[in-house]
């Protein structure tokens, strides 16, 4: 492909994806009337408030190293300025867009395309980047829902009563993707490609990444629930990553619905239904909203100087 053709083509996927942006903070007004969001805000003191923001931005530093991880692992380097603008609007867009391999991964092809990865190698990352991101949700799940197994809801029809069998499988892949890793030297075959297992010092880097992302996300939201409600942080945060399991298999943009579903009927019996809608509707502003029109500002910015150099 020729390189103007090819820069005009990442380019486009740019604007898009600043429109599918633009779509989504519109959606989400639509979703909920403005009042309702505000009243929602207006009753939560605002310290609670400001944690949850900071929790937020924390979180999605944190999430920088998820490209950073996979970059090294394919022994390529970038300044972390690059690498931190990428992750940051790949992140954002995967988060409230939904559609991770679509939205994140046209993100990190128009970007680091154009600062001299190649297309492979962006595949290798998006893949590495998005394992990384299911491995820390098994090994914290895992852990969590083996030793304190919660009641699995009777309206989710899963084949469990409790969370226990799902800690089982979770936390048996986390060990054998770390026995891979500390034993496997040569690469496997899977059909035409090569898989390289990373070296056990990267994969224990990975879990504790997005281990610490997750439990950072969780953070976001005990923050905004009422300062009376009984649920402990530990409690609460296997709930959050049942209801967060839910919603991303269900690929729902940010598990609209689903996630919610699964935290109220949980916390239903208690804490009151309306404190908990209250707090999640200021989660969706905190974690998902405002670090969309971030990263969409962010977006046009960069496309709109991309265009002026041009």
Same mark, same amino acid.
């Given at each position: 492909?020729?390189?103007?053709?090819r820069?005009?083509?990442s380019?486009?996927?740019?604007?898009l994806l600043?429109?599918?942006?633009l779509?989504a903070?519109a959606?989400?007004?639509?979703?909920?009337n403005?009042?309702?969001?505000?009243?929602s805000l207006?009753?939560i003191?605002k310290?609670?408030?400001n944690?949850?923001?900071?929790?937020t931005a924390?979180?999605y530093?944190v999430m920088?190293?998820y490209?950073s991880?996979?970059?090294?692992?394919?022994?390529?380097r970038?300044s972390?300025n690059k690498?931190?603008f990428?992750s940051f609007?790949s992140?954002?867009?995967?988060n409230?867009?939904g559609?991770a391999?679509?939205?994140?991964s046209?993100?990190r092809?128009?970007?680091?395309?154009?600062w001299?990865?190649s297309?492979?190698?962006?595949a290798?990352?998006?893949?590495?980047a998005?394992?990384t991101?299911?491995l820390g949700?098994?090994?914290?799940?895992g852990?969590?829902f083996?030793?304190d197994? @919660?009641?699995?809801?009777?309206?989710?029809?899963l084949? $469990?009563?409790t &969370?226990?069998p799902?800690? *089982?499988?979770f936390?048996? %892949?986390v060990?054998?993707?770390l026995l891979?890793?500390?034993?496997?030297?040569?690469?496997?075959?899977?059909r035409?490609q090569?898989?390289?297992?990373?070296?056990?010092? @990267?994969s224990?880097?990975?879990i504790?990444?997005?281990? $610490?992302?997750w &439990?950072?996300?969780?953070a *976001?939201l005990?923050v905004l %629930?009422?300062?009376?409600s009984?649920?402990?942080y530990?409690?609460?945060?296997g709930i959050y990553?049942l209801?967060?399991?839910?919603?991303v298999?269900?690929n729902?943009?940010g598990?609209?619905g689903v996630?919610?579903?699964?935290?109220l009927i949980?916390?239903?019996?208690?804490v009151?239904?309306?404190?908990?809608f209250?707090?999640m509707?200021?989660?969706r502003g905190?974690?998902?909203?405002?670090?969309?029109?971030?990263?969409a500002g962010l977006?046009g910015?960069?496309?709109?100087?991309?265009?002026?150099?041009?």
């Amino acid at each position: 492909m020729p390189k103007k053709l090819r820069l005009d083509f990442s380019s486009l996927i740019g604007l898009l994806l600043l429109v599918i942006s633009l779509w989504a903070i519109a959606h989400e007004l639509r979703e909920y009337n403005y009042r309702d969001v505000l009243n929602s805000l207006a009753v939560i003191p605002k310290s609670r408030l400001n944690w949850s923001i900071w929790l937020t931005a924390l979180g999605y530093f944190v999430m920088i190293g998820y490209d950073s991880i996979g970059l090294n692992y394919l022994g390529y380097r970038l300044s972390f300025n690059k690498v931190a603008f990428t992750s940051f609007i790949s992140s954002v867009f995967s988060n409230t867009i939904g559609f991770a391999l679509l939205t994140g991964s046209a993100i990190r092809y128009r970007f680091y395309l154009s600062w001299g990865i190649s297309p492979l190698a962006i595949a290798q990352v998006i893949a590495f980047a998005n394992f990384t991101f299911w491995l820390g949700l098994f090994a914290v799940a895992g852990v969590l829902f083996l030793i304190d197994p @919660i009641q699995i809801p009777t309206q989710l029809h899963l084949p $469990f009563a409790t &969370v226990r069998p799902i800690g *089982v499988i979770f936390l048996s %892949l986390v060990v054998a993707y770390l026995l891979g890793s500390l034993i496997l030297r040569q690469p496997l075959r899977i059909r035409s490609q090569e898989v390289q297992f990373p070296s056990l010092k @990267i994969s224990l880097a990975q879990i504790a990444i997005s281990s $610490f992302d997750w &439990v950072l996300a969780a953070a *976001v939201l005990y923050v905004l %629930l009422p300062a009376n409600s009984p649920v402990s942080y530990l409690d609460f945060l296997g709930i959050y990553l049942l209801a967060m399991f839910a919603g991303v298999v269900s690929n729902v943009p940010g598990g609209l619905g689903v996630f919610e579903t699964v935290i109220l009927i949980i916390l239903a019996p208690q804490v009151s239904k309306a404190a908990v809608f209250g707090s999640m509707l200021a989660y969706r502003g905190v974690y998902y909203f405002l670090p969309l029109i971030v990263a969409a500002g962010l977006l046009g910015g960069y496309e709109l100087r991309y265009r002026t150099r041009k």
